[in-house]
């Protein structure tokens, strides 16, 4: 039997604020954190499980470091469940989710009303639970499920 552990990826920032509005999801449950350094991820750590990545920003090596970061995160915690709001600093954790055969939850940001992200267009052929918060959402991605927003 397979112990329920919760990975919680996502960018600092609005990304992770609006992971925080699914913590009933994980209320009760063994979980933690993957983000990067900034204010509310540093917040969130005093109360939190909470392990740092690198942020891509669009360079190869740093993504390496970032797959590196997360493969050792993963190889600790053996995440059961991987939900995520994007960005690139869950875009690791998505992928090896996957890769592992992991469930992937991925929740397309709230903000995107107009365009797709780059993160959702990179995970959607992979992930099977993939959400979106606005129905226009399902233009971009006609196999999401349109959830409402989360906030």
């Known amino acids: 039997m397979v112990k329920e552990n919760i990975c919680i990826a996502a960018s600092a920032g609005g990304h992770l604020n609006e992971a925080l509005q699914l913590k009933e ?11 990067d350094e ?16 690198m942020p891509a920003r669009r360079n190869p090596l740093r993504l ?15 995440p059961s469940t991987i939900i995520s709001t ?3 600093s869950a ?6 989710g996957v ?7 991925y929740i397309e ?9 780059l993160c959702g267009k990179l995970v959607y052929p992979y992930v099977k639970d993939f959400y979106v918060q606005w129905p226009q959402g399902k233009k971009w991605f006609p196999k999401a499920k349109y959830i409402g927003s989360v906030f």
């Open 86 to 88: 994007g960005a690139e």
């Open 109 to 117: 940001s709230f903000a995107r009303i107009s365009s797709p992200s």
């Open 91 to 96: 875009f690791p954790a998505i992928i090896l």
């Open 99 to 105: 890769i592992l055969g992991k469930r992937v939850v």
């Open 64 to 78: 390496a470091y970032g797959f590196l970061q997360t493969s050792g995160i993963f190889l600790r915690e053996n």
């Open 25 to 35: 999801s994980w209320a009760g449950k063994k979980h933690f954190f993957i983000s």
């Open 38 to 53: 900034r204010v509310n991820a540093k917040a969130l750590a005093r109360t939190e499980k909470m392990y740092y990545i």
